[in-house]
């Protein structure tokens, strides 16, 4: 069987990180895997993949994904191919408008990864939305609650969808190993204590509850922050206007997240919803407590496992994280019911369901 995964590009993200992590594992279960990236820049995640040599990668120029001159250029790549895996938007679109006017009979995939877009608030757009989703065959979302919404939006039958939940590479976490404070070359106390979040500087995420919380905190705890995105600037200002420069380290994308999450005292996620967040998962298979903002795509996911605290409520979150420091019996028990939880996320079970999917 041959399976052409199309997503926008291979810049940092979780959809992304999931195609770096499990296209390699598909060889396997005698499935050829290509990949086709509407925008090929040689971001971190595609010279990773490009390095691996696991696959062939089509790539349509490094100009913007928004063009729509891209569902002519997508025709050609949809013979060949049994079946066509496609993730976010507006890869959603131009393949499914390729399909239409090219007459083409392939199979169409789509895997919904969050559970809200703004096209949801428009009903011109959701018009148009059950158009575009119309041209795929199977709609695989993320999490239940990801298909609640998106059935009650398109209003199709209950066969056109399938759950099918993200899934992380836990041998990678468990191998990897800590770092040194002194490794991390941020000129860190002996005595400091490490919060993590990785996540984009974007909407939805909120970086600022993070950075506003530490002022509840002892001085000692300092927060690193792994990612990139049009909000960075605003976050580097709010911890100025916040005097938490010394405290508040910022990584920008990094290809050894696992290493990271080993070497830091608490992961943290605060975003104001998600869909299955591939950054909450690793944050629960990482050996350390995790936290999370009592919201939809993380509540389900967290709850029997990891903390919560309510959605931007800093005080909260830093009474959660002192406490966590300073109780070592609470963090073992989090610790333990966190690992528990991840094992129901693992890659292998994912390719597997998704394997069965393409043979429908």
């Known amino acids: 069987m041959r399976v052409l995964q199309v997503i926008n590009s291979l810049a940092t993200g979780g959809a992304e990180k999931l195609l770096l992590d499990s296209i390699p594992k598909y060889s396997d279960k005698g499935i050829q895997m290509d ?29 913007s994904v928004y063009n729509p001159l891209l569902i002519f250029k997508i025709i050609k790549y ?27 009979k392939v199979t169409l995939v789509f895997t919904e990864h969050s559970i809200h ?16 989703y119309s041209k795929y065959s199977k709609i695989s979302c993320i999490t239940e609650e990801v298909k609640v919404q998106l059935q009650k939006n398109l209003h199709f039958a209950e066969e056109r969808f399938v759950v099918i939940a993200n899934g992380i590479d836990l041998s990678k976490i468990n191998r990897a190993q800590p770092y040194l404070k002194s490794d991390l070359k941020l000129s860190l ?20 509850t993070v950075i506003k919380s530490l002022r509840y905190m002892p ?25 938490l420069n010394s405290r508040v380290h910022f990584l920008g994308v990094r290809m050894d997240v696992h290493h990271l999450l080993k070497t830091v005292d608490v992961v943290v996620l605060s975003s104001q ?10 944050g629960l298979a990482s050996g350390k407590p995790f936290i999370a903002s009592d919201v939809p795509g993380l509540r389900e996911v967290v709850q029997d496992s990891g903390l919560l605290f309510p959605y931007q409520d800093e005080k909260k979150l830093a009474a959660i994280c002192t406490a966590l420091i300073s109780d070592t019996n609470m963090t073992a028990m989090i610790v333990s019911r966190c690992l528990l939880k991840s094992a129901h996320y693992a890659i ?4 597997e369901n998704y394997v069965q999917l393409y043979q429908l």
């Not at 703004?118 to 148009?128: A, D, E, F, H, Q």
């Open 35 to 63: 990949l086709l990236l509407l925008n090929g820049t040689a971001y971190p995640f595609y010279q990773q993949f490009k390095a691996a040599e696991t696959g062939v990668v089509f790539e349509l120029g490094t100009s």
């Open 78 to 104: 949809l013979k060949g191919y049994d079946v066509v895996h496609v993730h976010l938007f507006p890869a959603l679109y131009w393949v499914a408008l390729a399909k239409w006017i090219s007459f083409s």
């Open 117 to 132: 877009n703004r096209r949801m608030n428009s009903w011109i757009l959701k018009r148009l939305d059950r158009f575009i």
């Open 189 to 208: 106390p002996d005595d400091s204590k490490l919060l993590l979040q990785v996540s984009s500087f974007q909407y939805p995420k909120d970086q600022a």
């Open 219 to 243: 001085s000692t705890v300092h927060l690193l922050l792994v990612g990139e995105g049009v909000d960075l600037d605003q976050s580097k200002k709010l911890v100025q206007d916040c005097n």
């Open 273 to 282: 919803y998600e869909g299955l967040s591939l950054s909450c998962v690793e």
């Open 348 to 351: 292998e079970t994912m390719i």
